[in-house]
Each structure stands twice: as C-alpha cells, then as structure tokens.
C-alpha cells in the first residue's frame, strides 16, 4: 500500500449506509453510500424489519466501492455509527434472528403494559427514555409474539454494534448507542441487571459496554472478502449517530446544539446524567466518559420543508442554484411571523405522551394571495422548527438550573444550518446567538475522529465557522408573541384531531393520555386504555 492513511467511517442511518474515508487534515477523499428501506412487519401495524442479510450487502458494497477509490492507500482504523434504537438478537451460533430499525412501533400493545404495571416510569428513571420505540417493549412483544425467537436469542447488541459483529465477530456496544436502548444505567455508563430482569432479558445476552474511542477487534477474513479491507484492521467500538455527530463538530458542554437534519435534535452535554422530572426530554450518554447528553427530539422538521418543495415548488431551481436557496429567497419577503399564518407540524416533546396534532397550515386568508404566497408558508414552517427548538430549549434550561442558556449562544448544525433565513429565525425566536457549523457529514467525522485518536492522530472538530447570527431584540419581542400564538393554536389542532379521528403526524406507543388544558400541552397522568 501507499499513500497517508485514512480513517473509515461507517454510518448506517435511517435511510442508508454510508462509507467514507477521511485524511489526516479532516477532508473526505472517498465515500460511497447505498439506501436501504425497511420491510413493514406482516400481521403487526407499525412494525418494521431490518435485513441483516441485505443490509451487510449493501454496507460491504459501499465500503469496497471506497477502498477501489482509495487505490491502495492504507485505512489505519474503522469507526462505526448508525440510527439509535434499532437492535439485533442473535442465536448460539452467531446469526441474526431478529433485528429491527428505530422505525420500528410493532409492540404499542406491550409498551402500555409497561406504562400501566409502573415499569415505564422507573425505566424512564435509570434510563432517561420512556417505552414508545426502545428495547424494553420490542423485547415483551417478541416474548409474547415470538416466544421461540426470545428463547434463542443468546446475544443482543444495537445497529452500530451489529456493523462491528459483522466487521470482527466480536460482540459489544458502547454507552451513546447502548443507552438508546433504554435498558441502559445511565450513571454507571452500563447495561441495567435491574431493567434486564424487569423484562425477564438474561443478563449473558448482553455485551461487554466499552467506552467510545476502544477498539473492538479487527476485521476478520471473511469481512475482508466481503468489504476489500485488510484482514486485521482495528476496528472500534459503534456509535450513536446524534451524539458522533456532536463530537464530529467538537460540541462542548456548556454551549446548547440544534442538530438540524431529518429530525431535529436540541440538545445539552451535560456533566452529569439529568433526568428530566416531567417526562418531557430524554437523556442518554455522550462520547466523553463522565458526560451525558440531554435532548429533545422535533419530529420531520427538515422534512417537511423537502415536502414542500417536492410538492409546491417544482420551479424553485429554475432560478439557478439550490431549490432551498430559491424557497429561503421567497421567505425572507415575509415578516416575521408569516402575516399570522402557522404551520402545525412538529409538537414539543414529551416523552410519556408525546401526541402530535394532525399537520395543517391555520390562519391565511384566501383573499389576500400577495400577502399568502409560497413564501410566507415556507416561512412558517422555518417558524415552527424553530418554536419546538426554543420550547426543547426551555425545557433544557430549566432541567440544568439554567445552564442551557447561560452561554448566550446556540450552535446549528446539520442540513439545515446551510441556509440564511433560517439560522436567523432560530436566534430570533430562542433569543441566543446562533453559530452555524456547517459539517453535512458530522456524524461520520464524528466516528472518523475516534478512529483517528484511536491510532495516535487527531483530526480537528469540523465545520467551525467565524459567522454569528446575533438576534436584534425588537425582533426577540416580535417572536415571543408569535411564539405564544403557535403554543395556542396547536393546543387547539391537538384537541381538534382527537375530536375528529384525523390521523395525526405521531402518536406514540405506551404514551400516557391527554386532556386539553389552557396553558400547556402537557400530558396528564391518565393511562390510554
């Protein structure tokens, strides 16, 4: 081999597996990536399935599509990430037996069982995350469902953790991606024996929890066949993709961050494993041993602006350039607060009883189309990402005494960071500074740097930008209101959908129920059932 080495990433998302190998100064210099979809489980509404079989394909696909580009330059260490909460059970001999994506909602069934017997507030209490798509109720459903598959199961182990099974044959896992799991001590950083037994899980499955940046193995012969890598390459422990991603742009405690792409994430790098008492964020460990991440979870916020320029804006790129540039163009011709149009998209989170209203656009005047355009809606969507962000970002505050906020700034990162418009409204509406990170491939540099460190290198945080977006307070004053609109209409499109039966954007599994109240979305402790 010749050349500088590289370090190989391996991110398998939601939506597909990625490949990429960074040099020694942080630039990508070879990726492949290949989507997958994951098959809807018959018989189970909700339910999905994740092919191994298919899924080792396509990642070995693309990691030996990267290692022909490479052209025989060496990969000094591999680091793996991939989606949260999806896991894999295994049998005596090492195969595959069942495994699911975070997608998964099969076992709503067993999930209020757990909420009903008192066993989803204690899970919440240990692990941070209540029952609605972790471990816990998937493993009921398959005892209740699948009995034969449950009494087989001889190891578990999460997504990230199956990529390195099939990389070196070893089983482990690490605190980020293992504690999504929700079966997870968060302050010991380890498996709970108490929530294993909860849920009648033998502790022998359960791997050996190692912390990020610990080599795993190496890759075994057959994985070298399969992927083009050399036998015997270090290969290091998963992890999940929010928290590689943080790391991959050098987030830091003390300074809260939008992780901006699919889904939103706000999150905090906290000292110590908070644990929100209303139920309403979750909490899971961060990549530094002794330090945890606190989050709220904004549901389809970057998607439904791509669902609006699929379906509304054909012609966006007819200007020239990038469509979102173009929908950010027509957008910023609106004031703020859309001429009172809101959008209802996304609510805030609550983790026991997280009940989204059906989507819907309220309050635009069909006599008025100058004052209603495309843009005033794309703008209103913009509005409401950024209320869920600020709403997150309170609760984030309040749960730290206040340390969320006390920097006076907000780093932005992911997809949506790349615009204008949108940067802005966030630090209008939260009232912080906003510094964009503009890293579109933070989580896979996220695992790279642990590669790299892992070997005796260090590649620096990337995406660091000197531009600041500092709020102007008439404009903090403006939003505080139309924040408090958006609050008072999606109360009441929440009570409009329960009334009505429309489907709404997300209901969750063992959610508590929920009665209208004047001031809060907030769930009261009535049991759906």
Known sequence: MSGDPVFLAIDAGTGSVRAIAFDE??????RAAREWTHAATPGHPGGADFDTTGGWQLISSAVREVVGLLRGRPVAAVGVS???EGFVLYDEHGDE??????????ARDQAEQLTRRGLADRIYELAGDWVSITAPARLLWLQQERPEVFAAARHLGMLSDWVVYRLTGEFTTDPTCGSSSALFDLAARDWSGELAAAVDLPARILPQALEPGSTAGAITAAAAEATGLPAGTPVLVGGGDTQLALHGIGATAGTPTVVAGTFWQTTYISDAPTIDPGRRIRTGCY????TWMVEGISFLSGLSM??????????ATAEGGNAYDAMERWASAAPRGSNG?????SNIMQADAWHHAAPAFVGFDINAPERFDRG???????????YVARGHLDILDEVTGGRARASGELVLTGGSSAGVLWPRIIAETTGLSVRPSTAPEATSYGAARLAAASVGAELPPAGRSDRIVVPEPAAIDEYDAAFERWRRVYLAQLAATEASGIAPLFTPPGGLAYRTDPTTTRAKDTIYG
């Open 25 to 30: 100064g942080g630039r990508a210099v070879a």
């Open 341 to 345: 149009l809101v959008a209802v998209l």
């Open 306 to 315: 791509r669902w609006f320029r699929d379906a509304f804006c054909p012609d």
């Open 376 to 386: 005033t809606f794309v703008r209103a969507i913009e509005e409401a990402a950024a």
């Open 287 to 290: 990549v530094t041993p002794g």
């Open 97 to 106: 037996i069942f495994a699911c994506p975070n997608t998964d909602g099969r």
């Open 82 to 84: 991939s989606m949260r």
